[in-house]
């Protein structure tokens, strides 16, 4: 967990507001229901199937980007057996829903940003076990692996939360 303070109880702010974002959340949904697909890499396609709009860590390590066209990137796909779904709004929308009610059991002050991310506002005191037990709960009662930026803006949090993705989950910014 990164952060400027290493114990576990965080500095008493007025106010500490986190971004929850679910990792590649269109992937993490797929996953959710075809367990297999864990370590492999994946893709979803738009609505039309023409671009890649999510994509797992194994195919963003081959180099597959955000917004590809899905004719570009056709000779990776074959070369490195990359599984390929059209988007499944109708999955994505009702998981969603599943995270974001999980996530009113920490705070009443549940904010949907997106589809996949949402601020939650803490008064007060908080502590880092606290926070992991968020992403943990999330994990288990719904299947998706989000991450964690806590600091006190939105602002703030939406850069925390970006050292999240880069580290282990949750990032503290104070």
């Known amino acids: 967990m990164g952060s400027g ?10 106010r500490w507001i986190s971004l929850i974002d679910a990792n590649n ?11 297999k697909l864990e370590g492999q890499p994946v ?3 738009s609505n039309n199937d023409g671009c890649a709009v999510a994509r797992s860590q ?11 066209p899905i004719f570009q990137i056709q000779k990776l796909i074959h070369q490195h057996p990359v599984q390929v779904f059209s988007s499944n709004y109708a999955l ?4 969603s829903n599943r995270v974001m009610q999980t996530l009113q ?14 601020f939650l506002g803490f008064g007060g005191e908080i502590s880092e076990s606290a926070i992991a037990t968020i992403r943990n709960t999330v994990k288990r009662w719904t299947g998706i692996p989000v991450s964690i930026g806590l600091a006190t803006t ?3 949090a939406k ?4 050292q999240a993705k880069h580290g282990d989950g949750v990032y503290v910014l104070d």
């Open 154 to 156: 939105k602002t703030l």
């Open 159 to 162: 850069i925390a939360n970006k």
């Open 92 to 95: 994505y929308g009702d998981l």
């Open 58 to 68: 194994e195919a963003k390590a081959l180099g597959i980007k955000m917004g590809a």
């Open 25 to 35: 959340f269109y992937v993490s949904c797929e996953r959710v229901f075809n367990p």
């Open 105 to 118: 059991n920490f705070t009443p002050d549940v904010e949907v940003y997106s589809i996949d991310e949402a």
């Open 5 to 14: 303070d290493k114990g576990d109880s965080l500095p008493h702010m007025s």
């Open 43 to 45: 893709i979803v396609l």
